[in-house]
């Protein structure tokens, strides 16, 4: 009996292949952001993109706060053109990494989301850091 998982067909092998695959182009999860931040060189910008306030109370150590709201050509001018940002918020529920994907993109900046954002990250068992340090 058909029900709302069944009732449309999933996707043929190559076009969910060639789909998934292109997911890691625009996001990154917790664990491998982690790890690159651990290894001591990873490559791009932590960016927390929730406000001030929240940034304060808790974020991930080496994030740059910048809350979406405040990205701007010049704001990002601190930065070299091919700098690699990976935004995160609070979690699922928060669209602000999104938010700030689009203006990081919207000013020509490569962008990956962190799937998950802080919640994520606490699921992980990863610490958060509290202060106004990376402002």
């Not at 190559?14 to 982690?34: I, K, M, S, Y």
């Not at 001030?52 to 070299?80: D, M």
């Not at 990081?104 to 990250?121: C, E, N, Q």
Request: aromatic share 8%; net charge neutral.
């Amino acid at each position: 009996m058909p029900n709302n998982v069944t009732s449309i067909a999933a996707a043929p092998s190559r076009e969910a292949l060639a789909h998934f695959e292109r997911l890691f182009g625009f996001e990154t999860d917790c664990w491998d952001v982690h790890e690159a931040l651990a290894s001591g060189r990873p490559g791009f910008v932590l960016l927390d993109a929730r406000s001030a306030e929240h940034f304060r109370k808790g974020h991930l150590a080496g994030a740059v706060s910048l809350p979406h709201g405040k990205i701007t050509t010049a704001r990002l001018a601190a930065w070299p053109a091919e700098t690699l940002f990976v935004v995160y918020c609070a979690g699922p529920h928060c669209n602000g990494a999104a938010r700030a994907a689009v203006r990081l993109s919207a000013a020509g900046r490569p962008v990956k989301i962190m799937i998950g954002g802080i919640t994520g990250w606490l699921d992980e068992g990863f610490p958060l850091v509290a202060g106004a340090d990376g402002a």
